[in-house]
């Protein structure tokens, strides 16, 4: 099993989940205007945010000219699927039967959202 991913915290989770929505590597401003409206930052915090990032490996640096571009060097399913097995070791002990006893008792998983693991179950087998 490969190395387990290191948790992002809130600010640099968000700074990646504007770099998996782009299409194309990102310069420090890009990713400021698409985080607008949900954080109030300036361009240095974005610019430290990225270089936190970039020692950790979650995303690469290229250096065209003046400007740096970054992409994610890290797919945001790889990601999701990392924090979810942490997750599910660090609240539930590794239970799966714990944490869809927990969906139950919080969400209330409807008919069609257990058609829905069902299904998911059965192309798992199959």
Not at 17 to 45: H, N, V, Y
Not at 62 to 83: L, Q
Request: with cysteine; aromatic share 6%.
């Amino acid at each position: 099993m490969k190395h387990p991913l290191t948790r992002l915290p809130d600010a640099e989770l968000d700074v990646m989940q504007a770099l998996w929505q782009a299409e194309t590597a990102q310069r420090p401003s890009q990713i400021l205007a698409a985080l607008q409206g949900k954080r109030d930052w300036t361009l240095s915090t974005v610019q430290v945010l990225l270089t936190r990032l970039h020692e950790k490996g979650f995303v690469t640096l290229n250096c065209e000219k003046r400007f740096h571009y970054y992409a994610p060097a890290v797919s945001e399913n790889d990601y999701r699927i990392d924090e979810t097995q942490s997750f599910l070791e660090r609240m539930h002990g590794g239970s799966v039967k714990s944490l869809m006893a927990a969906l139950v008792e919080c969400r209330g998983i409807t008919a069609a959202d257990l058609d829905d693991i069902a299904r998911m179950l059965d192309q798992k087998e199959g």
